[in-house]
């Protein structure tokens, strides 16, 4: 098993920057992570995902030049950093771990999830 918690949401104006960090704790094994994000009534969609050696990231258009993903396996943690943010970006984002070789898109791909951490951008 894996835990894994998320740190980092908070309130920031459009333009504004956040960085979200998540901590992995349990089994150890060569994860790939992810970054999604939902809002009420909405499917959960990922942001970024990231391979085990970090050879390989993927990203939504939505957020592609905005956002960064990156690891330091030796700390166990995952980042996303946040820039340009717009109010659009407001949700829980959850940080996610797949034991699947390719960065998947689908929640369904990841076995292992944190709680979420609320972000909101104000306008």
């Known amino acids: 098993q894996v835990q894994l918690v998320e740190s980092g949401g908070g309130l920031v104006q459009a333009g504004g920057s956040l960085k979200l960090t998540c901590r992995a704790s349990?089994?150890?094994?060569?994860?790939?992570m992810a970054w999604f994000r939902q809002t009420p009534g909405k499917e959960r969609e990922l942001t970024s995902a990231i391979s085990w050696s970090s050879d390989s990231t993927r990203y939504a258009d939505s957020v592609k030049g905005r956002f960064t993903i990156s690891r330091d396996n030796s700390k166990n943690t995952v980042s996303l950093q946040m820039n340009s943010l717009k109010p659009e970006d407001t949700a829980v984002y959850y940080c996610?771990?797949?034991?699947?070789?390719?960065?998947?898109?689908?929640?369904?791909?990841?076995?292992?999830w944190g709680q979420g951490t609320q972000v909101t951008v104000s306008a």
């Open positions: 349990g089994r150890t094994f060569p994860y790939a």
């Open positions: 996610a771990a797949t034991s699947a070789g390719s960065l998947a898109t689908t929640p369904r791909a990841y076995n292992f």
